[in-house]
């Protein structure tokens, strides 16, 4: 693992855009394994100006995201489908055809977490970015997920519940149950980053990355990474 102490929020977000415009330079048809939250609003935003000013194309690449709420379509306003249209795919070149997501309102959720799997044997990850949960989740991958899960459905953790309410209104409720995908599918991509910002997530990081590797903090499995770098931006 490798551990980059940047010295603030818009330094890490940055280097992130950075890391991801490298790969798409590279390999112009490259799969990007991307996550929601508040962390990579940043690093997206500077995607998008670097991406234009760079002249860097995603036309060939492809988008994977790694979770979506069940009960949600694309088109609600809190589905990690429309995030990922507001945020970053309605301002990049990408192809809508090319980009991933769950079904959040999939009438049969075996057959869409078994169509998930398929997608991800198809496009092997790039790059993967990763956000982390206070409770050392990743993806939507709980504390005692099996290190060798594939795209599951998961009741989500109280803390978990508790923590995204901040992003729905008073009168909505969180959804209890996501698809998210697996933990082994997570480690398969050739390099991952993990974005990580403010006090609030310095006992999730020390959990994950001071201590041993166990399925009770789901981000210590990214230690056996060969290609694995944490960016935060608080002295621990
Ligand atoms: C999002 C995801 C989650 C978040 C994590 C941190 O697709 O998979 O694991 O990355 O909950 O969220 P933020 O960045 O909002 O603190």
């Known amino acids: 693992m490798q551990f980059i102490l940047t010295k603030d929020y818009n330094e890490l977000s940055d280097r992130a855009a950075d890391v991801f415009l490298d790969v798409l330079k590279a390999k112009p048809d490259a799969t990007l394994g991307l996550a929601t939250g508040t962390t990579p609003l940043g690093m997206y935003s500077r995607l ?5 000013k760079q002249g860097v194309s995603f036309r060939e690449a492809r988008a994977i995201n790694l979770d979506e709420y069940i009960g ?3 088109e609600h306003p809190q589905s990690y489908a429309y995030f990922m249209k507001k945020q970053l795919f309605s301002h990049i070149d990408i192809l809508p055809e090319n ?3 769950e079904n959040g309102v999939a009438t049969d959720e075996a057959e869409e977490a078994a169509r998930y ?9 790039d790059i993967q970015l990763l956000g ?4 050392g989740h990743i993806a939507f991958n709980e504390p005692g997920t099996p290190f060798g899960s594939k795209t599951h459905v998961v009741t989500l953790a109280a803390s978990t519940v508790r923590d995204n309410s901040r992003l729905f209104g008073a009168d909505e409720k969180v959804p209890e149950k996501a698809f998210t995908m697996g933990i082994m599918q997570i480690m398969q991509a050739k390099k991952i980053i993990v974005l990580a910002s403010g006090a609030a997530k310095a ?3 020390a959990k994950a990355f001071c201590g041993g590797v166990t399925e009770e903090v789901p981000a210590s499995v990214l230690q056996l990474h060969p290609d694995c770098t944490l960016f935060y931006d608080v002295k621990i």
């Open 48 to 52: 998008i100006e670097k991406s234009k």
């Open 72 to 74: 949600l379509s694309p």
């Open 99 to 101: 980009t991933y997501i």
């Open 117 to 125: 799997d398929d997608i991800l044997t198809k496009f092997p990850r």
């Open 132 to 135: 982390l949960g206070s409770n």
């Open 203 to 205: 006992q999730a990081i």
